[in-house]
Structures are given as structure tokens and as C-alpha cells.
């Protein structure tokens, strides 16, 4: 693809119900990174997929949140029992390795009512 | 590892210089980066220290010393407005390997 896909855009979801989004990484990127973005709190790192590596959970702020990269490509963060603190947007980006340039995708605005 | 970033908003005037602080703590090599945020654009690299190049007349010089990695510009200029974060990557075996960012700079150019 031309770039990080991420859907939705924009998610409205009730207190307690869970939601899933995902990112489309760039083809042939191994590294994939989730990233919440809030105001006034800057970019929170939430968990890191490397190849076939374990993936780095220690940014996952609850038990609540969890993710999976699925043969190496597409990732899906999902977020269960929803609090209205969690609304943020939720940036997802990929690299070609660790220290390379990171492509992020547009974000998707989650807003729990 | 952690990235401060002490200025969360910078207003100067255009043609003016602009120096956005960055600080980071980590006892190793670090690889760091600025990243920019221009309004309603996707968060996007603009340059990284092992680089050494000018991106839009922007340079950053990475100092072990003081453990900084200030982004500078001798003339700002109304395009440059935008959100700005420093990042950090280290590897660490086993600890967190990834992008740390700061909290990001609002930088505002008044014209």
C-alpha cells in the first residue's frame, strides 16, 4: 500500500463495551508500533511488535488492553470493558527495523461516551 | 529510557531563531529523532541525528554530555508551526525496544 492504513477513523463507542481497531503496516516493514496520543500527555508507546520476536507489552496502560500481529502484517488493538479515560487517538506505525524511519498511519479518534 | 521535552508551547516571531529543547536519559548509545506534526498531516520524520543533514533548515546536534538533543532553526518561518516531539530508540534485551517519544512541543511562528 502507499503508507500505514488505519481503521476506523473515528470510533464513538459506549462505556464498557470493547473495541478493535487495526492498522495495515507498510508491506515488508517488521516492526510495528501502537502509540496513544492524548492532550497535553504527548505520544504514549503501547506496545511493540519485531518480526517473529515477542512483542514489547510494557506501554499497555491496563489488562485491558491487548494486541496481535497477524502473520507478520496487519495488527488489531483491542481494548475491552471501554472507560471513558481511554479516549485518545490511537496511532499505529511501521518500520523497516528498530532504528529506521517509523511511518505512521492517520490515527484513529476513539471517543467513549 | 525517557525523552523531556520541558516546552509544551513556543511562540516566536518569523525570521526569528527557534530552539526546541529536547533532553533524554539513558546511560547507553542512544539513536534519536524529531518528528513533526504539521496541522492535520500524519505525525512524519524530519530528521534523525545518525543523519547530520538540514531538513527545511532545521538541525539538531545530539551532545552525550548534556544529554540533549536540541532541534534549531537560525530563521523561523510560518510554515514551521506545527507539533514537534524528540524520540529516543534504544535496545535493551529484553526491556522496552522501541520509539520513546517526549511529550511535544506546540511550536506557533507569528507573522
Known amino acids: 500500500g502507499a503508507g500505514v492504513s488505519q481503521s476506523p477513523s473515528n470510533k464513538v463507542t459506549e462505556k464498557g463495551k470493547d473495541v478493535e481497531l487495526r492498522c495495515d503496516p507498510i508491506s515488508g516493514h517488521t516492526a510495528l508500533y501502537w502509540y496513544r496520543q492524548s492532550l497535553g500527555q504527548g505520544l504514549e508507546f503501547l506496545i511493540y511488535f519485531q518480526g517473529n520476536s515477542a512483542p514489547d507489552k510494557s506501554g499497555l496502560p491496563s489488562d485491558r488492553f491487548s494486541a496481535e500481529r497477524t502473520g507478520g502484517s496487519v495488527s488489531t488493538l483491542t481494548i475491552q470493558r471501554t472507560q471513558q479515560e481511554d479516549s485518545a487517538v490511537y496511532l499505529c506505525?511501521?518500520?523497516?527495523?528498530?532504528?529506521?524511519?517509523?511511518?505512521f498511519g492517520q490515527g484513529t479518534r476513539l471517543t467513549v461516551v | 529510557q525517557r525523552v523531556t521535552q520541558p516546552e509544551k508551547l513556543l511562540s516566536v516571531f518569523k525570521g526569528a531563531p527557534v530552539e526546541l529543547k529536547c533532553n533524554y536519559s539513558y546511560s547507553g548509545s542512544p539513536e534519536l529523532f524529531w518528528y513533526v506534526q504539521y496541522s492535520r498531516q500524519r505525525l512524519q520524520l524530519l530528521l534523525r541525528h545518525i543523519s547530520r543533514e538540514s531538513i527545511k533548515g532545521f538541525t539538531a546536534d545530539l551532545n552525550k554530555g548534556e544529554t540533549s538533543f536540541h532541534l534549531k532553526k537560525p530563521f523561523a518561518q510560518e510554515e514551521d508551526s506545527a507539533m514537534y516531539y524528540c524520540a529516543l530508540s534504544v535496545e535493551s534485551g529484553g526491556g522496552a525496544d522501541g520509539l520513546t517519544f517526549g511529550k511535544g512541543t506546540h511550536l506557533i511562528i507569528q507573522p
Open positions: 506505525a511501521s518500520s523497516l527495523a528498530r532504528a529506521r524511519e517509523a511511518f
